[in-house]
């Protein structure tokens, strides 16, 4: 099992200490690099920036959010930087919500699943060299009765991996069949199947497995042997991602824990939240939906996470790790690492 990091969507102030942190995940073994994007930075610039100062770690956008570019406009950006970083770019996309798409950026959030397929075929298009004459619900090109012509640009000399971050049943199908990667989140390895299953049907009908895609999923790690204010801190992001990334009608977060066995909290949180009530939204968190959703405890509880991740079946541990400076969230980080490969040597152990 790979370990990837993440650079949120709150403003980077720092940037130096970000390249630091990025050189050092890369020093420990980390595989993989995402950068968020919601309505502080973009998810490419911090990317670019890191390009030319790592030579190893994979570079992601996590995510470029669906409607806010055009197609073409993806496309050229993924073929920059898979140049800038020699092969280590991977384009992650979603859909983001209606929150970010309709308020921030003023696209309508209508037929997001359409969106997708149309700009992932756009993308190959555009990445592969073709002539890109496209006739498609959202996108035509060239503008039928305009001025412009198919056009085609030099075709990337290693293919771009696509990965989808997906929550919805369609979404985890279509993730399936046309792409190399899922970016999961709102994820319980014990409900794995739950996700797994959609993932699986959608690969079929590519004539794929699940095995040929990377499965990337994971949250925030805090090692500690005070577990009761570590579950009062994760209450905090988990009632923020169930009341408040969404809208009553689209809550994609919510309704991915609703799947897995929460239908009845995640209702209370979303209307708790969603009515000012954010304190009472919070403690109606039950403890054990923080500790499967977070890998937080001593060596061995974390350790025990760990495993149930490996063992469900994800190959991508994405990891938050905990810790007021860079030193510690360093620190926690080279103890993740140090645990998945313990756990993949006995793996290996066991499969000889």
């Known amino acids: 099992m790979r370990v990837a990091i993440g650079f949120h969507r709150t403003p980077i102030h720092d940037w130096k200490e970000l390249a630091t942190y990025a050189i050092e995940a890369e020093r420990l073994g980390v595989d993989q690099a995402w950068s968020a994007e919601a309505w502080a930075h973009d998810a490419l610039t911090p990317l670019a920036f890191l390009a030319p100062q790592t030579s190893t770690i994979k570079l992601g956008t996590g995510i470029f959010q669906i409607g806010t570019r055009t197609p073409a406009l993806v496309g050229m950006s993924s073929m920059a930087m898979q140049g800038a970083s020699d092969g280590r770019f991977i384009l992650g996309i979603g859909t983001s919500g209606p929150q970010v798409i309709e308020g921030w950026h003023g696209v309508h959030f209508d037929k997001p699943l359409k969106r997708t397929r149309e700009l992932i075929d756009i993308v190959r298009m ?102 009761g204010a570590a579950i009062e801190r994760g209450r905090r992001g988990l009632a923020f991602s169930l009341g408040a990334m969404g809208s ?105």
């Open 248 to 352: 009553m009608q689209h809550n994609f977060y919510n309704d991915a824990y609703s799947r897995q066995g929460w239908r009845d909290v995640c209702k209370q949180v979303q209307e708790l939240w969603l009515s000012g009530r954010r304190e009472e939204a919070r403690a109606a968190i039950p403890d054990e939906m923080v500790t499967a959703a977070r890998l937080i405890g001593d060596e061995s509880m974390v350790r025990d996470r760990i495993k149930a991740y490996r063992d469900c079946g994800i190959t991508t541990l994405r990891v938050d790790p905990a810790g007021n400076t860079l030193a510690q969230r360093l620190e926690t980080l080279g103890r993740v690492v140090d645990i998945v490969r313990d756990l993949d040597r006995e793996a290996a152990a066991v499969t000889v």
């Open 126 to 227: 555009v990445s592969r060299g073709q002539v890109v004459a496209y006739d498609g619900e959202f996108h035509q090109l060239p503008i039928e009765g305009g001025e412009g012509k198919a056009l085609r640009s030099e075709a990337t000399p290693v293919e771009i991996p696509i990965y989808l971050a997906a929550l919805g049943p369609k979404n985890l199908e279509m993730c399936g069949e046309l792409c190399e990667g899922w970016l999961g989140g709102s994820f319980i390895p014990e409900h794995a199947g739950i996700f797994f299953e959609h993932i699986a049907r959608g690969a079929a009908k590519a004539g794929k497995t699940l095995a040929d895609l990377d499965l990337a999923a994971g949250g925030g790690v805090e090692f500690t042997d005070d577990l």
